[in-house]
């Protein structure tokens, strides 16, 4: 389950013919580069890119013995172990030879009920899931993303205080890595602030000047409140009966006066982590943030720490200490 949007917003933007897809136009393969595509809205919008004509198709999963779509290709990919998000780019690369990622989509998420558990590489296992190893892939796969290509980082309306209470107001990557307490909603706060990390991660690839020189799409893309995801999937049946309850109830209410918090289907929030992919909605110009509110895209501003450059740069340089990279 994935919280809403609000804010100020404007109508979803839909390209028009002079607008780039997701694709270079010299090449008659488009390819798509997934985590996330397994289950819940992912495995939505993966049917939905599959089946685009020329269109190639690689995710990374754990284990086996699931049915993907035909010809999608499936490497695999541990997000709780950097080590594994290193072999996983480094199988890409050699997979993809000469050819060059069209879209990149970081979608897998995760969420737990305390900040207990921890990655193979000691962090907290949200904020290692959720954002560390994306960082460390996109970081890593950058150099083969396509001129004109896409970056799509899945974030959440969770990261913003106007939005829900249990948002982040103060941004501490090594404390968000090593938790020194837990708590009642602890898993919570750790799933929101590692939404925020995404959000911020995303901005600052867009501000690179080699993503700017090659004219790569990021786009920052917010399901908005879901219903029929895997999101806390290790809650105990009580606890999962009572968040049930409140978006039957509550969040109905609620929604009445504030439209972000309508749920939507996985369906609908997979086609539109599609239609976000393959570049048939695109943010308006300068912007990168896009919140799906009752099935449609909007454009709401982030939260004032996510918008913060210091708060960026300072996320950038320690997740680049804590996954190695120089």
Not at 185 to 204: D, E, F, I, P, W
Not at 288 to 295: A, D, E, F, P, T
């Amino acid at each position: 389950m994935l919280a809403t949007g609000s804010g100020p917003s404007q109508a979803g933007f839909r390209p028009t013919g002079d607008e780039q897809p997701a694709m270079d136009q010299t090449r008659q393969q488009r390819v798509v580069v997934m985590t996330g595509a397994t289950a819940g809205l992912g495995a939505h919008a993966l049917q939905h890119i599959a089946s685009e004509p020329g269109t190639r198709v690689i995710i990374g999963a754990r284990g086996g013995g699931r049915s993907e779509p035909r010809g999608v290709e499936v490497l695999p990919l541990d997000l709780a172990s950097l080590a594994s998000v290193r072999e996983f780019a480094d199988t890409v690369a050699r997979q993809l030879g000469d050819a060059r990622i069209d879209v990149l989509v970081l979608n897998a998420g995760m969420q737990t009920s305390s900040t207990e558990e921890r990655s193979a590489d000691g962090y907290e296992l949200t904020f290692a899931v959720n954002h560390l190893a994306h960082y460390l892939l996109a970081r890593r796969l950058l150099p083969l993303i396509a001129d004109l290509g896409r970056l799509v980082i899945t974030t959440s309306e969770t990261h913003d205080p106007a939005v829900t209470p249990i948002a982040p107001r103060t941004l501490d990557p090594r404390a968000l890595a090593h938790p020194s307490r837990n708590g009642f909603g602890a898993g919570v706060r750790a799933y929101a602030a590692s939404k925020l990390c995404n959000l911020l991660t995303a901005q600052s690839f867009a501000a690179l000047d080699e993503v700017k020189a090659r004219q790569i799409t990021v786009i920052a893309f917010s399901p908005g409140l879901t219903g029929g995801t895997s999101l806390g999937r290790d809650s105990t049946p009580a606890r999962r009966a009572f968040v049930m309850f409140l978006m039957n109830t509550v969040f109905r209410l609620v929604g009445l006066f504030r439209p972000e918090y309508v749920m939507g289907t996985a369906e609908r929030s997979g086609e539109a982590l599609a239609e976000v992919s393959l570049g048939v909605v695109t943010p308006p110009r300068g912007e990168i943030y896009m919140s799906l509110v009752k099935g449609e895209p909007t454009f709401p501003v982030p939260s004032e720490l996510a918008r913060s450059r210091d708060a960026q740069d300072r996320l950038w340089r320690e997740s680049a200490a804590m996954t190695g990279i120089d």
